[in-house]
T-cell receptor, first 110, second 115 residues
Framework: ELKVEQNPLFLSMQEGKNYTIYCNYS?????LYWYRQDPGKSLESLFV?????AVKQEGRLMASLDTKARLSTLHITAAVHDLSATYFC??????????FGKGTKLTVNP | DSGVTQTPKHLITATGQRVTLRCSPR?????VYWYQQSLDQGLQFLIQ???????AKGNILERFSAQQFPDLHSELNLSSLELGDSALYFC??????????????FGPGTRLTVL
């Protein structure tokens, strides 16, 4: 069974700083998704990574995928308060179900 | 706004009762997924339907059932409710499970409180 581990689970950082969230998964997957969730709200799709070496960027967030290492990263550049949220990664193999990590709760402090 | 709608937004009920949660997928999406989110279990996949047929099952209890109707809306039925069923229930939809990126778009959720 596919297992997903996100690190760290809690991240408190200052505005303007950089940081990386890690997503490790246990078995081969051909796609990986990143979602954002604000408290009490729904999940918003951020990125879909479809192949080894894929990199996608949107604003201050950049996601990458290394299928050989079974690792995806979400890099935050020059964090701002609006990025405070919980971030989930979810690998997927073929048409199988998404398996979500426990999430990384990010708090950006002024 | 993802285009996925869910009703009701909030539901408060008592143990032993039965409730129905409703989901309308995005226009053009054939696949519907149900998830449960709780503090202790995280985000758990419950069940998936594709074009009216059950496609995959996850950690769905026998007290729970779902269906997808010809107009593609879906309902999740929860019966003999227990305190531990209190959670956020999300519906998501996508075009087709194995087609390209096939991003799942999530609805706003139904918050169920069992007293």
């Amino acid at each position: 069974e596919l297992k997903v581990e996100q690190n760290p689970l809690f991240l408190s950082m200052q505005e303007g700083k950089n940081y990386t969230i890690y997503c490790n998964y246990s078995t081969t997957s051909d796609r990986l998704y990143w979602y954002r969730q604000d408290p009490g709200k729904s999940l918003e799709s951020l990125f879909v990574l479809l192949s080894n070496g894929a990199v996608k960027q949107e604003g201050r967030l950049m996601a990458s995928l290394d299928t050989k290492a079974r690792l995806s990263t979400l890099h935050i550049t020059a964090a701002v308060h609006d990025l405070s949220a919980t971030y989930f990664c979810a690998p997927r193999r073929g048409s199988e179900k998404l398996v979500f990590g426990k999430g990384t709760k990010l708090t950006v402090n002024p | 706004d993802s285009g996925v709608t869910q009703t009701p937004k909030h539901l408060i009920t008592a143990t032993g009762q039965r409730v129905t949660l409703r989901c309308s997928p995005r226009s053009g999406d054939l696949s519907v997924y149900w998830y449960q989110q709780s503090l202790d279990q995280g985000l758990q996949f419950l069940i998936q339907y594709y074009n009216g047929e059950e496609r995959a099952k996850g950690n769905i209890l026998e007290r729970f059932s779902a269906q997808q109707f010809p107009d593609l809306h879906s309902e999740l039925n929860l019966s003999s409710l227990e305190l531990g069923d209190s959670a956020l229930y999300f519906c998501a939809s996508s075009v087709r499970p194995s087609l390209g990126a096939d991003t799942q778009y999530f609805g706003p959720g139904t918050r169920l409180t069992v007293l």
